[in-house]
């Protein structure tokens, strides 16, 4: 993994570089941001870095010895814990016996959610955890030489899985082996140790830019541009979102929001009623996202309304859709009271609230708050 591979993330990878190029790379760092805005593959990168035989100024070289084994998480020196399960009754809990499919899991994507890998793995309903025995594992890994004579790098992936048994691993993280270096990557700090956590320097991750998301799904060929522009937006800056959104979205979200839109302004009852009862045969999953995208657009009209000079990060249609809805005479109350109440269905259609009643409702409120305005026509 190459450092310019990981997605965004530009502040962190900068702290990263100057900590180690001033020589001031504190042996233990704490990795923090959600899942999916790509904590691990930054960590990992890293970590090819530093080891790397042949660097370039910001980045590894990709190609010597060393860098082909950290890609391949085959160093002898690199290790990695994370959560798991006992493949069997007799058998300890330990990440070493489940390293062939975390390497196959990173290889298909290193942005994958804890849940993802407990899938991969087939944990079904089996909490994962990193156990007593993987802490003893790692004490005695990382007392061991150094395989090749230089730094030793123990990562820990997710943290918060250690529970209580992280006190196990205090006087290492404190104390540790010269020439080792911890990374931890955690998506949620307040379930790690704060024990541990005051031991570790905070690398904080941010989520991921819309246009960052957007130019990775299209370049890697995992959904068209359309697609890929709707899925940025409502991501929530998570690339392991942005995946499963791609499995997930199987309509054109834009076209569904110009058909109920179009209906809305021009008051025309028929098409609102087909649209809600189209929309509510689709399950609760496509709902959400369906709602959340159109928040994210109404969003971007209120930047654009508000904040000329804002530049509107979207395909061409749906920008002028945005900009078209931006020069109507709705003013910012109408477009956030419309928010609200998208927003206050949503939740209520992720609390299992009947679905049709909760759309056909929604329209109605849309359209009192919409004609609160002089009529201009349609929006498109
Ligand atoms: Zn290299």
């Known amino acids: 993994m190459l450092l310019k591979n990981v997605i ?24 923090v941001g ?20 042949h660097k370039l100024p910001t980045d590894a070289c990709g190609t010597c010895p060393n860098c082909s084994k950290i890609s391949k998480w085959e160093h002898a020196d690199v290790h990695i814990s994370f959560p798991s399960i006992k493949l069997s009754s007799d058998k300890k809990n330990l990440s070493k016996y489940h ?14 959610t804890c849940y993802d890998w407990l899938q991969f793995i087939d944990a ?28 030793k790098v123990q990562v820990i992936w997710l943290p918060e899985y250690l529970g209580k048994e992280g006190n196990r691993l205090l006087k290492l993280i404190e ?20 024990t541990i956590v005051s031991r570790t320097q905070l690398v904080p991750l941010v989520p991921i830019p819309a246009n960052y998301l957007y130019e990775e799904l299209v ?22 979102e942005a995946l ?45 996202n369906f709602l959340h995208y159109v928040m994210t657009i109404l969003e971007q009209a209120i930047k654009a309304r508000y904040i000329p000079e804002s530049h509107v990060n979207l395909p061409d249609a749906e920008k002028q859709f945005v900009l078209k809805l931006a020069s109507m005479q709705l003013d910012m109350d109408q477009l956030q009271q419309m928010i609200k109440e998208i927003n206050d269905t949503q939740y209520a259609i992720e609390r299992n609230a009947h679905s049709k009643t909760q759309l056909h409702a929604l329209s109605i409120s849309l359209q009192f708050i919409i004609q609160n305005r002089k009529w201009m026509g349609n929006v498109y």
Request: net charge negative; hydrophobic share 40%.
């Open 8 to 31: 965004g993330q530009e502040h962190a990878k900068k702290g990263l570089l100057d900590m180690y190029q001033s020589g001031h790379l504190p042996h233990a760092l704490l990795l």
């Open 34 to 53: 959600e899942e999916g805005y790509g904590g691990l593959p930054l960590a990992w990168a890293f970590i090819q870095y530093i080891m790397c035989e």
């Open 99 to 112: 390293i062939d499919s975390f390497k196959e899991f990173v290889a298909q994507t290193s942005y994958g």
């Open 124 to 151: 079904d309903n089996k909490q994962g955890n990193i156990s007593k025995d993987e802490c003893d594992e790692i004490i005695h890994q990382m007392s061991l030489k150094s395989y090749e004579g230089g730094l």
């Open 175 to 194: 104390e540790p082996p010269a020439d080792t270096l911890f990374i931890l990557i955690t998506s949620a700090k307040e379930d790690v140790m704060p």
């Open 219 to 240: 370049h890697k060929g995992i959904t068209d541009p359309t697609a890929a522009a709707q899925i940025a937006q409502i991501a929530k800056g998570s690339y392991a």
């Open 244 to 288: 499963h959104l791609a499995k997930q979205l199987d309509n054109d979200l834009f076209a569904d929001l110009r058909n109920w839109f179009n209906a809305l302004f021009a008051k025309k009852g028929a098409d609102i009623i087909s649209f809600v009862e189209e929309y509510a045969k689709k399950g609760r999953e496509q709902q959400k």
